[in-house]
Antibody, heavy 123, light 110 residues
């Protein structure tokens, strides 16, 4: 059974930094790209970042570029999101989500979702 | 303001067929695959449709997806009370070089 568990959320002041982690189990993590998707309170889904299965490529939403860094450690089945210069508008639940399995031949993206970790940026 | 446009709400009665639309442009839906996601409030989203019209295992065949040009739609047949949720479309956008989600459609089962 595929499982993603996020951690690292909390309440921080504007301008602070936070590092989110997501540990995967139940599937071959190194075969999957990984996304971070966030959801502000009462709002819709907002894609943040994607890292390829081997870490060779990374993509960011305009809102995250220059402030957030996605990385992964395939030996630990973990993906990270380093968030710097946090703003009030970054307040959201942050979900870790799978991209597709590069060996499957099927582009079944966003199949596995974690339960999310809440980040609150407030003074 | 999302680059993928969805109606904010939809409704139907049990047993009815409902469709939810998602409209984009040549840089997203027009040239890339679309997925649909269901989110019951307070829970994580769930993948319903990928690659425009493919269902993951475990998703009932009451759910179907289609795409034409720069628009797509999700159809839900034989509406059930447990289908009451928010539905989101998503696609890669070549101009933004990133993924985009629609703003979501809240489905109410009357």
């Amino acid at each position: 059974q595929e499982h993603l568990v996020e951690s690292g959320g909390g309440v921080v002041q504007p301008g602070s930094s936070l590092r989110l982690s997501c540990v995967a189990s139940g599937f071959t993590f190194s075969n999957f790209g990984m996304h971070w998707v966030r959801q502000a309170p009462g709002k819709g889904l907002d894609w943040v970042s994607l890292i390829w299965h081997d870490g060779s490529n990374r993509y960011y939403a305009a809102s995250a570029k220059g402030r957030f860094t996605i990385s992964r450690d395939n030996s630990e089945n973990t993906v990270y999101l380093q968030m710097n210069s946090l703003r009030a508008e970054d307040t959201a639940i942050y979900f870790c989500v799978s991209d597709y399995d590069i060996l499957s031949g099927r582009y079944m993206r966003f199949a596995f979702w974690g339960q999310g970790t809440l980040v609150t940026v407030s003074s | 303001q999302s680059v993928l446009t969805q109606p904010p709400s939809a409704s139907g009665t049990p047993g009815q067929r409902v469709t939810i639309s998602c409209s984009g442009s040549n840089s997203n839906i027009g040239s890339n695959a679309l997925s649909w996601h269901q989110q019951v409030p307070g829970t994580a989203p769930k993948l319903l449709i990928y690659s425009n019209n493919q269902r993951p295992s475990g998703v009932p065949d009451r759910f179907s997806g289609s795409k034409s040009g720069t628009s797509a739609s999700l159809a839900i047949g034989g509406l059930q009370s447990e289908d009451e949720a928010d539905y989101y479309c998503a696609s890669w956008d070549d101009s933004l070089n990133g993924w985009v989600f629609g703003a979501g459609t809240k489905l109410t089962v009357l």
